[in-house]
């Protein structure tokens, strides 16, 4: 059990940093919010959100007769629909990888990986509560979120870091047919990762996995000798010519890539690469885009 002078110096540290975090995941969900209307999904509600034109097998209680009046056309050509915006609230489950590959930066970048994953994941939710979700972490006793004042709880739930923390999610009952959102580098062996969306697959759920690399990941800039050390007990690399394996290295991670790119698309999930030298509001755009699809 922590001292009390431990805890209170833990809590001091958390709320330092609460308001910083929790200013920019706003910040960046404001400007992708912009952008967006609504869930944009077709569905059982009162908001207007299109008309269509009549296609066969359309119920006749659907027909809007005052637009399709405008239209100036016979049946069933002139025949439009009004369509409402799905409204029946989802729950997105939400996970980032808090193992020590994802605490590492490059001079290139600003941040580190886990930074920027911490970011991506609350101004997910703080743009997917505005449109009326619910959003949980998956860990042990989470519980969702319903409203955008429990951003903060989400911050708190983000520090409950698991010190066996292998870079995946837990094994933890989700609910069935929500959604979850993965953020991670994503470097653990492909077979790890199979099982691991193969067993969200059988719940089932759908979702999407953000693969959140440093730029120095994706290019290895390095040039003469270089000592690699591993920051998950893989142990140290002395490579004499760091340029001499670069093509290798790209080789290599093009292969991860396209790998869990099938993993993915063979799931019906979605995957996408996020470097952590680019803005964070172009990945958070993708990922609410393709929540909203599915």
């Keep these: 059990m922590a001292k009390p002078e431990t805890s209170a110096l833990a809590a001091e540290a958390l709320g330092a940093r609460l308001p ?10 404001s400007t992708v919010a912009q952008g967006v209307h609504g869930r944009r999904r077709v569905g059982q509600g009162d908001s207007f959100w299109q008309f269509r034109h009549f296609v066969s097998g359309d119920p006749f209680a659907r027909i809007d007769w005052r637009q399709s009046a405008k239209s100036g056309r016979g049946a069933p050509e002139g025949w439009f629909i009004r369509e409402t915006e799905w409204e029946a609230a989802q729950t997105v489950c939400m996970w980032r990888d808090a193992s020590p590959s994802m605490r590492w930066r490059s001079r290139q970048a600003a941040v580190e990986k886990c930074d920027r994953a911490n970011l991506l994941l609350l101004s997910l939710a703080s743009l997917l509560l505005r449109g009326g979700e619910r959003v949980m972490m998956i860990h042990n006793d989470a519980r969702p979120v319903t409203s955008r004042g429990g951003l903060d709880r989400l911050v708190a739930e983000l520090d409950r870091t698991d010190e066996d923390d292998k870079g995946l999610p837990p094994n933890v009952r989700l609910p069935r047919h929500s959604s979850v959102v993965l953020f991670s580098d994503f470097l653990s062996p492909l077979e790890e990762i199979q099982a691991l969306v193969g067993r969200f697959s059988a719940v089932p759920v759908k979702g999407y996995l953000m693969q959140v690399l440093d730029p120095a990941e994706t290019a290895l800039p390095y040039t003469g000798r270089i000592r690699f050390r591993g920051m998950e007990h893989e142990g140290d690399a002395l490579i004499p010519r760091v ?20 993993i993915c698309s063979a799931a019906g999930f979605g995957f996408g690469i996020h470097r952590t030298d680019h803005p964070p509001e172009m990945a958070l755009l993708t990922l609410y885009t393709a929540l909203a699809a599915r």
Excluded: I, N
Aim: charged fraction near 30%; glycine fraction near 4%.
């Design 20 to 29: 910083p975090l929790l200013v920019a995941a706003e910040r960046v969900a």
């Design 243 to 262: 340029e001499s394996v670069r093509d290798a290295y790209a080789e290599r991670l093009k292969a991860q890539q396209d790998g869990l790119a099938a």
